[in-house]
């Protein structure tokens, strides 16, 4: 499937019935506002954090403090944009990747019967959106008030999610995660991409 940043980077893709509060896990690429270089700057492959990026990197891995349930995996802050994968424990996730991840094994919910929606336990879930509404909300509030600054976007309200489906596509897309500073001259999303450079033509996990 051919890169299209218009479509990988800015717009969240819902599969067509599929229940975001049943458990699962999500890789997600979210944009700052207008693609400014906000969050650091790749130096010699290596991401170096400004101010800005080491808060929103601080507000990822707190995440875990309002919403207990979910499970923190791979993360990657750039100039301009984040990676970050996080996990759902529920009956939707693969007991493989729940082991992969640390994520418990939630067993189905009682009273499922097949072609009807799932029996949500007493408490509400915790769903897929909640999880990147509560970090985008939170790093945006903050990094206001470390620039001294009020009522202005940090992220893009758009973003792509992506199903992880089993180990194998975990594996990928950690590598994938993990190399993008190293891959910084072939980002699309990079503004100083020499000319001529297509960016990264494929990504192999889709």
Not at 57 to 65: K, P
Not at 159 to 184: C, M, Q, T
Request: with cysteine.
């Amino acid at each position: 499937m051919a890169y299209d940043p218009k479509k990988h980077h800015r717009r969240s893709i819902r599969l067509r019935g599929y229940d975001y509060a049943d458990g699962g896990a999500y890789f997600m690429t979210i944009c700052v506002h207008n693609k400014e270089c906000l969050l650091g700057r790749v130096v010699e492959g290596q991401m170096v954090l400004s101010d800005a990026g080491q808060t929103v990197q601080r507000v990822w891995l707190s995440l875990t403090q309002r919403l207990p349930a979910v499970v923190l995996d791979a993360f990657q802050i750039m100039p301009n944009h984040l990676h970050g994968v996080f996990v759902i424990p529920g009956p939707g996730l693969e007991p493989s990747l729940a082991a992969a991840t640390g994520a418990p094994v939630v067993p189905p919910y009682p009273n499922r019967n097949k072609g009807t929606a799932s029996r949500a336990p007493t408490n509400r879930r915790v769903a897929m959106g909640d999880v990147v509404g509560a970090f985008k909300s939170i790093a945006t509030i903050q990094v206001n008030r470390l620039l001294s600054r009020t009522g202005t976007r940090l992220l893009q309200e758009n973003f792509f999610e992506h199903i992880i489906r089993n180990v194998d596509s975990l594996g990928k897309i950690r590598a994938y995660i993990s190399e993008n500073p190293a891959r910084w001259l072939e980002d699309p999303e990079n503004p100083d991409r020499p000319l001529g450079n297509p960016g990264d033509p494929q990504l192999p996990w889709l």
